[in-house]
Nanobody
Framework: QFQVVESGGGLVQPGGSLRLSCVAS????????IGWFRQAPGKGREGVSC?????????NYVNSVKGRFTISRDNAKNTVYLQMNNLKPEDTALFYC?????????????????????WGQGTQVTVSS
């Protein structure tokens, strides 16, 4: 069964850090583009970052997290990470990872929800003092 599972969320004070992990089971993640999305209460799901498959040569971030978040992948561990530094209260959300394999997925990634086929259940990130 194809699935991705997120972990690493939690409660952190403003300015703190968390590292989210997205682990694939049932398939090899290497050729898949991976996106991280978040959804705050009462809001739509927003693309946060994405990384193309293979060596991850294409990476994108939403403007609000540039310079604070870093996405990376370790294909040997079948895992994609989202390192989040200098967290702010407005980062509070349920964070999801999603995966897609397509002709373009080794060289491109997007941050639209309809581009992805496999979704995890999410991990909660709460930034509060």
């Amino acid at each position: 069964q194809f699935q991705v599972v997120e972990s690493g969320g939690g409660l952190v004070q403003p300015g703190g850090s968390l590292r989210l992990s997205c682990v694939a089971s049932g398939f090899r993640l290497e050729n898949y583009a991976i996106g991280w999305f978040r959804q705050a209460p009462g809001k739509g799901r927003e693309g946060v970052s994405c990384i193309s498959g293979g060596t991850g040569g294409t990476i994108n971030y939403v403007n609000s997290v540039k310079g604070r978040f870093t996405i990376s992948r370790d294909n040997a561990k079948n895992t994609v990470y989202l390192q989040m530094n200098n967290l702010k209260p407005e980062d509070t959300a349920l964070f999801y990872c999603a995966a897609v394999v397509a002709r373009w997925s080794k060289t491109y990634c997007g941050m639209n929800t309809d581009q992805y086929d496999y979704w995890g259940q999410g991990t909660q990130v709460t930034v509060s003092s």
